[in-house]
């Protein structure tokens, strides 16, 4: 079975830091790009980032941009996202996604883990 | 930045209706568009991609086209497993979701 897991949410002070995982099982990991996708609570979805299939390109929606770095070890099947200097508009549930080939459409998702920034 | 706008933000409907989505790109994608499906609780799923192509397992009620900047998502009869909310995304430059479509029961 395709699956993502993510893990790695919680609760985190402003400006602080957290690691999020996803695991991927069921399909060549190392054959499609990643990406990470957000969702505020009550809100629609955010692109966050992608990441190619061998980390050699990586994009990020702006506000993000020099707080967060995506990455992925494909011996392990694994994504992560690395967040800094987080902030309270950064809650959210984050899912991780498989990016469909040639189409860049998220075609498997996560179950999601949520990221609540509060003081 | 490209921005999607999808109307109605929400829609009334009953089981059995056609309804209709749209959604407008604010420059052209050609067909980089994709919709998806929500429900309370759930991951989105997948509906269909490159504006037209229908994701496998996706019932054949669910049909996209469009080009450019204007695209539509049709449901040709209604479902009770069909209400929940609707996202289009552009694939064109980087990611952009639209703001969401609430189908609900009337």
């Known amino acids: 079975e395709v699956q993502l897991v993510e893990s790695g949410g919680g609760v985190v002070r402003p400006e602080g830091s957290l690691r999020l995982s996803c695991a991927a099982s069921?399909?060549?990991?190392?054959?499609?790009?990643m990406s990470w996708v957000r969702q505020a609570p009550g809100k629609g979805l955010e692109w966050v980032s992608t990441i190619n299939w061998n980390g050699g390109s990586r994009g990020y929606v702006d506000s993000v941009k020099g707080r967060f770095t995506i990455s992925r070890e494909n011996a392990k099947n694994s994504l992560y996202l690395d967040m800094t200097s987080l902030r309270a508009e950064d809650t959210a549930f984050y899912y991780c996604?498989?990016?469909?080939?040639?189409?860049?459409?998220?075609?498997?998702w996560g179950q999601g883990t949520m990221v609540t920034v509060s003081s | 930045d490209i921005q999607m706008t999808q109307s109605p933000s929400s829609l009334s409907a009953s089981v059995g209706d056609r309804v209709t989505i749209t959604c407008r790109a604010s420059?052209?994608?050609?067909?980089?568009l994709n919709w998806y499906q929500q429900k309370p609780g759930k991951a989105p799923k997948l509906l269909i991609y490159a504006a037209s192509t229908l994701q496998s397992g996706v019932p054949s009620r669910f049909s996209g086209s469009g080009s450019g900047t204007d695209f539509t998502l049709t449901i040709s009869s209604l479902q009770r497993e069909d209400f929940a909310t609707y996202y289009c995304?552009?694939?064109?430059?980087?990611?952009?979701f639209g703001q969401g479509t609430k189908l609900e029961i009337k």
């Open positions: 420059q052209t994608i050609s067909t980089s």
């Open positions: 069921g399909f060549t990991f190392d054959a499609f790009a």
């Open positions: 996604a498989r990016t469909l080939r040639g189409t860049d459409a998220f075609d498997i």
């Open positions: 995304q552009q694939s064109y430059s980087t990611h952009t």
